[in-house]
């Protein structure tokens, strides 16, 4: 069975530059998550997608990150425009239910900004 | 005071002893997550447990629901066991919580 996938595996940007970062979950499964993980730190969720809907994006900066999930499968995650501090890993993760369960992490997404 | 609290911070020991990284919580749960992170930032599920004990390899892991707290303990450690291992709880609202990581170094 494919893992979660996530690209690209690296970025580095400068100060208000834009970035997108991409994640394809496990097949058939429903919930998809978000994190952002400053070293040092433990994950934090961004956004927690259901199917193609959101069902919390409490902790997201709405002013500058957004996030889809056309159809219900793949998700991509906007920075624009980015901030020294989020220079974080991103990562994706998904779940087959829609309440609680085991969750699947891809590899992450490294961003450095400048 | 964070919801999740895990001890130590940073461990290291040498090829073989037995290590235990501690998790307590404060809040009400559904379930609770071990993890384990390489560096490059990849997140593995070790285990998900809602009561007693779970065994894989040489990870066991136990949870006490009515003291809040979880163990992981590795048997035989060796340096690809080097990581960070991270407690995560399901709390009420399905979300979720995240201790900051136990960074674990085992030497040969």
Redesign the interface.
């Known amino acids: 069975e494919a893992g979660v996938a996530q690209s690209p595996r690296y970025k580095i940007i400068e100060k208000r530059q834009s970035v997108a970062f991409w994640c394809n979950p496990i097949s058939g499964h429903a919930t998809l ?1 978000w994190y952002q ?1 400053i070293l ?6 961004l956004i ?1 997608f259901q199917n193609n809907g959101v069902v ?1 994006d409490s902790q997201l900066p709405k002013d500058r990150f957004s996030a889809e999930r056309l159809k219900g499968v793949d998700s991509t995650l906007k920075i624009q425009p980015a901030k020294l501090e989020d220079s974080a ?1 991103y ?1 994706c ?1 998904s779940s087959f239910g829609l ?12 961003l450095t900004v400048l | 005071k964070n919801e ?1 609290e895990q001890s130590p911070q940073n461990l290291t020991a040498q090829e073989g002893e037995f290590i235990t990284i501690n998790c307590s919580y404060s809040v009400g749960i ?2 609770l ?1 071990w ?1 384990q992170q390489h560096p ?6 070790l285990f ?1 447990l809602s009561s007693g004990k779970k065994k894989h390899g040489r990870l066991i892991a136990t949870i006490n629901i009515q003291e809040k707290h979880s163990s992981l303990h590795i048997t035989a450690s060796h340096p690809r066991d080097s990581a960070v291992y ?1 407690c ?1 709880v ?1 709390g009420n ?4 919580i ?4 136990t960074r674990l170094q085992v030497f040969p």
């Not at chain 1, 040092?40 to 969720?45: E, F």
């Open positions: 998550y993980q040092g730190q433990g994950p934090k969720l927690q919390d890993v990562l993760a309440t609680w369960g085991e969750q699947f992490f891809g590899p992450g997404t490294r | 999740v559904s379930a997550h993890l490059g930032g990849g997140i593995v599920s998900m991270i995560a399901e609202t399905d979300k979720l995240f201790g900051t990581g």
